[in-house]
């Protein structure tokens, strides 16, 4: 179904700002879930081969690689950062997980975050400037199979994050029995340091409920 109403524009500019929620929400809730994470933590890799430094990294590729289909192929982030973060296949690549492909020492916890921030922020502007008239047009070229339309890509990048938030909650004994990334911060985050508020993670909890 389109989401065109009768005069092709309200509807769809709901849905826009429905899926750029959907975005700044789990991205929020990923980034202040992770914040009080040490290295050992951040970087430990799960019984399922990923880790919470893989897991910000991963979905800061697909931030960046998704919204490169609608801007020109352009990419954010290095290429060789996607080699690292972007591999879908299940199995092990050259017998090594996906936890322990992560460099620490060249992939510190707040290069990371400010990646992962950067391509998201990236995405959000591409979504805003996308012509919903095209919705329900063929996908870009480079997507796949799997996302027949330009809304599909948009719809699949709204849920993305979540997806990875439930396999977090579910592999990292830190989040069991709490609803951490369950939550929906208030505002939009920013790291400790970067803003005249520090780091805003919301107050008014009743307010986002």
């Given amino acids: 179904m389109s989401p065109l109403d009768s005069s092709g524009n309200t509807g769809a500019e709901l849905v826009k700002e ?11 809730t990923l980034l202040c879930g992770l914040e009080p994470l040490d290295d050992a933590e951040f970087f430990a890799e799960g019984p399922s081969g990923i880790s919470a430094a893989w897991s910000v990294g991963h979905l800061a590729c697909v931030c960046d690689l998704f919204s490169s289909w609608f801007d020109h192929d352009e990419l954010v982030l290095e290429k060789s950062f996607h080699r690292t973060f972007n591999e879908l296949g299940i199995a092990l690549s050259e017998g090594v997980s996906k936890a322990a492909k992560v460099n620490r020492g060249r992939f510190s916890k707040e290069l990371l975050f400010a990646c992962f921030r950067r391509a998201q922020i990236k995405a959000l502007r591409t979504l805003a400037a996308f012509d919903v008239r095209l919705w329900n ?6 997507a796949p199979d799997t996302l027949l339309t330009c809304g599909a890509v948009w719809e699949h990048l709204a849920v993305h994050t979540y997806w990875h938030l439930g396999e977090l909650a579910g592999s990292m004994p830190r989040f069991f029995g709490t609803y951490t990334l369950n939550t929906l911060p208030h505002f939009f985050y920013e790291p400790p340091g970067t803003g005249k508020g520090g780091a805003v993670c919301g107050t008014d909890w009743t307010s986002s409920m």
């Fill in 137 to 142: 047009a063929a996908g870009p070229p480079a």
């Fill in 18 to 28: 429905a899926i750029r929620r959907q975005l700044n929400r789990s991205g929020n």
